[in-house]
């Protein structure tokens, strides 16, 4: 759903096809600011993976590297084990474990399928500001740029973009 209209999120924010039409799946990403949602849209998974097939293999490397190293897979399985539900699944960062109520900012991803259901799996996930600013860092400045130009081909512009990491959900 979406923050600022309540309603279920309708067309790829690139493409602009009807989601449920496309005979894809596809992501929503939300970013907060103090518990605010700054930006958030959906985008299908023939656009992202045509934007992220420019990345260079470095960044593509560098983010399995931090999915690797930086999230324990077996505790967010056993979380999903204990707590099926989705405030409990998303009430700390994937990565630092760090808990939500304590974050300045944090990105929400999920995957829904091709008829608009939620996939449950790795996604949905919540990465806090630390952990996107980490992530960031890895990418090269080609694909940082590529990241920043997405964003602003799309919105007029979060505050603080300068600092702001905005959570890459493109990658």
Known sequence: MSEETGEPFTHCIRCRLPLLEIDARWLVIKDYRQE????????CE???NDISAGFSEDSKAAVREFLATHIDW?????DFMMDGTMEGRLSHCIGCRTPREHMAGYGISALFDASGDLIEGPLPLLL???????????LSPEDLATWRNFIATH???????????GYPGLL
């Open 36 to 43: 605010e949602c700054m930006l958030e849209y959906a985008i």
């Open 46 to 48: 023939p656009c992202r």
């Open 74 to 78: 077996n505790a967010r399985i056993e």
């Open 128 to 138: 806090c500001d630390v952990c996107t600013r980490n992530l960031s860092n890895r």
């Open 155 to 165: 919105f007029e512009g979060p505050p603080g973009s300068a600092e702001w990491p």
